[in-house]
């Protein structure tokens, strides 16, 4: 089905590349409609962050797409600029302190939240699966991929969401814990269905062996990568800076320097973010944490250029009815999924009412590593 929105607008209104002014315009347009709906899902009480994806699809490749897909794939950079700013905060939020205090209760959520939506989509997928297609290795095969690759939380969302709202006590801390790790859980529970499907599908996987490797590789060499950018920030800081608008520029720089090694490295830039905000906040001296909250103030119109774009990459028109009953499938297993192991963990590590009570419905929000191991899958199977 073709998007009946796409020729409302003269050609001159779709931007399918950037140069010049057209860059400066398009900011403006995803920044200024952003930021206005937004602000009207605001009044409705409704988070904001659903305004600045509605806009993303109105304006994207589901509505009048004044961004075209090329376009939207150039703007790739904000993304990743985004998610190192939000990685960084979160591991502001990780003090040594706080790990001491709900250490085992941030294990024991982790897993039940983790492992138990693995088992759910799992099993509703393959019976799903296996009535449209009457093939049981098809069937399978996507229900162990899709109930790993449920496994992982965004953190940008729901990150955005505790900030609006100013929100603080065991549920936020624990949310941003379990939002820092959740996603080292999902790679490892890929690897393993991954090394299942493959023989069963003919693809060209990797041993186990292999997999687990490459993950220790991403989570130990992003750590150590933000680690590395975090010392030397600190130092420098320490050492040389004085004026708070110097101490945010070369901050974020060393972010921003750690993101793009990352990048090159193939390691996992969000991670290498938590590890320098958390090794700042950890060792560094006072006079380096106001760069905290000199970078929440810079992160507002970042989170809408990014919410923006994420809307705006959804396509709802190639969307086939077994394709809707699958992902129908899919949320509503995740959704129950992650309820009964975030509770469970809480219930069994007695953690507070309100983690027992809310916590799920902070941790419903996928993207970045659920879409990287849907591509990887595309790739080897």
């Given at each position: 089905m ?10 001159v209104?779709h ?17 200024f409609?952003?930021a206005?709906?937004?602000r ?6 409704i988070?904001q962050v659903?305004g600045?994806?509605v806009?993303?699809?109105l ?6 797409q ?12 904000v993304?990743?600029i985004?998610l ?17 205090k709900?250490?085992k ?7 039940g939240?983790?492992?138990?939506p ?8 393959t019976l799903v699966a ?8 098809t ?11 449920c496994?992982?939380t ?14 603080r ?9 379990i ?5 080292a859980?999902?790679l490892?529970?890929?690897a393993?269905a991954?090394?299942?499907v493959?023989p069963?599908?003919?693809g060209?996987g990797q ?5 687990m490797?490459?993950i220790?590789?991403?989570i130990?060499g ?5 680690s590395?950018?975090?010392?030397l ?10 004026d ?15 993101t ?6 193939g390691?996992?830039n ?5 590890s ?5 906040v950890?060792f ?6 106001p760069?905290f909250s000199?970078?929440?103030?810079f992160?507002?119109p ?7 774009l994420?809307?705006?990459?959804l396509?709802?028109w190639v969307?086939?009815?077994?394709l809707g009953?699958l992902a129908?499938?899919y949320v509503a297993?995740?959704t129950?999924g992650?309820?009964i192991?975030?509770?469970l963990g809480a219930k069994i590590?007695k ?7 809310f916590?799920p ?12 191991l849907?591509?990887?899958?595309q790739q080897?199977?």
């Amino acid at each position: 089905m073709t998007d009946p929105f796409a020729q409302v607008l003269p050609q001159v209104f779709h931007f399918s590349h950037l140069q010049g002014t057209q860059f400066v315009l398009l900011l403006g347009i995803i920044m200024f409609f952003g930021a206005l709906g937004g602000r009207i899902f605001q009044k409705l009480k409704i988070p904001q962050v659903v305004g600045y994806i509605v806009i993303g699809i109105l304006i994207g490749s589901s509505g009048f797409q004044i961004l075209k897909i090329e376009t939207i794939i150039a703007l790739n950079p904000v993304n990743t600029i985004a998610l190192s700013l939000i990685g960084f905060l979160i591991g502001a939020e990780l003090k040594i302190d706080v790990i001491k205090k709900y250490g085992k209760q941030f294990v024991g959520i982790l897993i039940g939240e983790s492992v138990t939506p693995f088992f759910v989509v799992g099993f509703f997928v393959t019976l799903v699966a296996y009535i449209f297609m009457k093939d049981f290795k098809t069937a399978i095969s996507f229900g162990l991929i899709l109930g790993a690759i449920c496994s992982a939380t965004a953190p940008a969302a729901t990150t955005d969401v505790l900030k609006e709202f100013r929100t603080r006590g065991p549920l936020t801390t624990t949310t941003l814990g379990i939002v820092a790790m959740d996603d080292a859980v999902a790679l490892i529970l890929y690897a393993i269905a991954s090394t299942v499907v493959s023989p069963l599908l003919g693809g060209q996987g990797q041993s186990f062996g292999m997999q687990m490797l490459n993950i220790a590789k991403d989570i130990f060499g992003s750590i150590i990568a933000g680690s590395i950018f975090g010392a030397l920030v600190t130092f420098v800081v320490k050492n040389l800076m004085k004026d708070e608008g110097r101490v945010l520029s070369f901050g974020l720089g060393g972010l921003f320097l750690s993101t793009g090694v990352c990048t090159i490295l193939g390691l996992d830039n969000i991670l290498a973010a938590m590890s320098l905000g958390f090794f700042m906040v950890n060792f560094a001296p006072a006079k380096t944490r106001p760069i905290f909250s000199l970078v929440e103030k810079f992160t507002p119109p970042i989170y809408v250029l990014f919410f923006v774009l994420v809307g705006a990459k959804l396509n709802i028109w190639v969307v086939t009815p077994i394709l809707g009953i699958l992902a129908i499938v899919y949320v509503a297993g995740r959704t129950l999924g992650k309820s009964i192991g975030a509770r469970l963990g809480a219930k069994i590590t007695k953690a507070p009412q309100t983690v027992h009570d809310f916590l799920p419905w902070c941790l419903l929000s996928q993207a970045g590593v659920a879409i990287g191991l849907s591509i990887a899958d595309q790739q080897r199977l």
